[in-house]
């Protein structure tokens, strides 16, 4: 089963406030903000980075399930931890 759905919308959004925040240090005026922006950039990439390691590991997971849960001969030789 999946635990993270569909992504698309995050990611959308995460694209959408990162070129915001890219304008906002192109902006002549982003002095007073600037360590405020580059922290909140650094987050996103990190947000962005999480979903895309969560999803590949769940990608990795549905791959292995059936071969572990589903499976009688491994369920035997797996302790029931």
Same mark, same amino acid.
């Given at each position: 089963?999946f635990?993270?759905?569909?992504?698309?919308?995050?990611?959308?959004?995460?694209?959408?406030?990162? /070129?915001?925040?890219?304008?906002? %240090?192109?902006?002549? =005026? !982003?002095?007073?903000?600037?360590? &405020?922006?580059?922290?909140?950039?650094?987050?996103?990439?990190?947000?962005?980075?999480?979903?895309?390691?969560?999803?590949?590991? /769940?990608?990795?997971?549905?791959? %292995?399930?059936?071969? =572990? !849960?589903?499976?009688?001969?491994? &369920?035997?030789?797996?302790?029931?931890?």
């Amino acid at each position: 089963t999946f635990l993270l759905g569909p992504i698309d919308e995050i990611v959308e959004q995460l694209e959408a406030d990162n /070129q915001t925040l890219q304008g906002m %240090l192109s902006n002549r =005026f !982003v002095e007073y903000f600037f360590e &405020k922006v580059t922290v909140w950039q650094r987050n996103l990439g990190s947000v962005d980075t999480c979903i895309n390691k969560w999803m590949e590991i /769940q990608r990795q997971w549905m791959n %292995l399930f059936p071969i =572990f !849960v589903l499976s009688a001969d491994i &369920k035997e030789q797996l302790p029931d931890d």
